[in-house]
């Protein structure tokens, strides 16, 4: 087995490791300050701006997507050690380089299941980072874990479909650039088949009926880089039939063909998230001291540091197979890795972190260093896409079934 990265990925991450040191690791305290100013918290800083342009100009643009038509037309394996490096600043890095979720899942979306007119009037400013998106899929009164629960309908009115439900931790739609949303929703909420009784449409922000109602917290964060997570109220909104995104009934199986790919997406900038904080840790642990010596002296701290290494590294074996195999047999053959990485990695991360957060005593906890939102962005993600426990009693059901 060849564990070395391509030329082409090897150039890409000696770009984008110079474009993190030169540009986006300077401008994350200038977001800080710039935000402050603002006169809306939701309102783009104007340095994120800046490092769009730059990254666009360096070529270091849609690089998520395989479709080369649209994309930079890497494989998953090429793409997983650039994710890692932008997981290392993750307010900003994603962003700067259109690679940021949810707009990342919605133009996969669009690129695999849209008609021309969709692709052209919102896929095109999508990847051009004109404006951005949501996803409209979890509810606050049913557990969204079982996707089949949702509540919300869509309804066929003659020209039109009839939205109404309630939804909520909508990334990105406090975020005014926000345009549109993908919805998921009952069309067919009697049918006897449970996984076709949901479809998807599209749903412009500005459609009567559509309330963004208020910005949910994450661990008291508002994630304003990720335009928030918004509780979203569709009350008989309408929009034409063409708005449908493939056919009535297809809503899961788009949503299973979506959340593959983000699931590795956010697996592989944990990782690099891991690696901002070991980083963290080394320099805290050699600069300062505690009961006489250097916190880098201290045993505890070596094997914290020991530990930290060793699960960073068998967490990107796992990532860079799991991405090999998505190129090789698909989504559905990686299936178990997917999985896997989706159960491994956040917990992982999150214990990485929080040693970190620990020896940096009250400053890992405070707005100075990066830690604490670190950790709510890595204990979120045993939550989204998934929770682990779904993702444990499928993987453990396709073990059994080995032996039935």
């Not at 360096?58 to 997983?80: K, V």
């Not at 309908?153 to 990105?172: A, F, L, N, Q």
Request: charged residues 25%; contains cysteine; proline residues 4%.
């Amino acid at each position: 087995m060849d564990f070395a990265y391509d030329a082409h990925t090897e150039e890409l991450r000696a770009r984008l490791l110079a474009f993190m040191d030169e540009y986006v690791y300077p401008a994350e305290q200038v977001a800080h300050e710039q935000r402050a100013r603002l006169a809306s918290p939701w309102d783009t800083p104007q340095v994120v701006e800046d490092l769009k342009a730059e990254a666009r100009r360096q070529g270091l643009w849609n690089l998520f997507l395989p479709d080369a038509e649209h994309g930079a037309g890497l494989t998953n394996l090429q793409y997983a050690p650039l994710a890692e490096i932008t997981g290392r600043s993750p307010q900003l890095a994603p962003t700067a380089t259109n690679c940021a979720a949810p707009d990342t899942g919605n133009m996969e979306v669009l690129a695999q299941f849209a008609d021309e007119a969709q692709r052209k009037q919102w896929l095109e400013p999508l990847l051009a980072g004109e404006i951005r998106s949501a996803f409209a899929m979890t509810e606050p009164e049913v557990a969204s874990s079982d996707a089949t629960n949702i509540t919300t309908h869509i309804e066929r009115d003659g020209d039109e479909y009839v939205v109404t439900g309630r939804k909520w931790y909508i990334s990105g739609a406090m975020n005014p650039d926000c345009k549109i949303f993908i919805v998921m929703g009952k069309t067919d909420p009697d049918g006897e088949d449970i996984r076709r009784q949901q479809s998807m449409v599209l749903v412009r922000r500005d459609t009567p009926g559509v309330t963004v109602d208020r910005a949910m917290q994450v661990f008291g964060y508002e994630d304003h880089y990720h335009g928030g997570h918004a509780e979203v109220t569709f009350d008989h909104a309408r929009v034409p039939v063409s708005n449908l995104i493939g056919e009535e009934g297809g809503g899961f199986a788009i949503a299973q063909a979506r959340l593959g790919p983000g699931r590795i997406h956010h697996c592989m900038r944990l990782i690099g998230m891991a690696e901002r904080a070991i980083e963290l840790m080394c320099r805290r642990a050699v600069s300062r001291e505690a009961f006489g010596k250097a916190l880098a002296q201290q045993g505890v701290v070596h094997n914290w540091i020991a530990d930290a290494r060793v699960t960073v590294e068998q967490l990107r074996l796992l990532v860079l197979k799991t991405a090999w195999l998505m190129d090789t047999v698909g989504n559905r053959g990686a299936h178990t890795e997917i999985q896997a990485i989706k159960i491994a990695t956040p917990r992982a991360v999150v214990g990485i972190i929080d040693r970190a957060i620990q020896l940096h005593g009250a400053g890992g906890v405070s707005q100075d260093f990066p830690l604490a939102e670190l950790y709510a962005g890595a204990r979120t993600l045993m939550i989204a896409d998934g929770p682990d426990e779904v993702h444990q009693r499928s993987l453990a059901r396709r073990e059994l079934k080995k032996y039935r």
